[in-house]
């Protein structure tokens, strides 16, 4: 009987690693589409799309209108500003925050 604790131990703590692992992969990928999110919104910017083209977007990800609206009140430029946004998702960890990004980017970037 005490094998058997002693594997299931050993699968328990498998399994805690493992899923964490995912959690800092799925946040690292996230903060990466955060900063691309910013690379493309300052760009746009820079060729002089209106602030009022991202608000026809019905957006998934709460930080996209966030990104954008610092776009369009900053002096930063690339790169400074998608690093700082890449900086500000690892600062903050909340995965919910920083999720859809990536279908955000796809939207933004045509």
């Keep these: 009987m005490t094998k058997f604790f002693i594997i299931l131990q050993f699968f328990l703590t498998v399994s805690i690693v493992s899923a964490e692992s995912h959690k800092l992969e799925v946040a690292i990928e996230n903060c990466y589409y955060a900063k691309k999110f910013a690379e493309i ?12 083209y991202y608000e026809q977007i019905d957006f998934a990800s709460p930080a996209a209108m966030e990104i954008i609206i610092e776009a369009y009140e900053t ?8 690093d700082g946004w890449f900086k500000k998702c690892q600062e903050i960890s909340c995965s919910g925050f920083w999720a859809d990004l990536e279908k955000a980017t796809k939207l ?3």
């Design 41 to 52: 919104v300052i760009e746009k910017r820079k060729v002089l799309r209106p602030l009022t």
């Design 75 to 82: 002096d930063l430029t690339e790169p400074k500003f998608s």
């Design 108 to 110: 933004v970037s045509d």
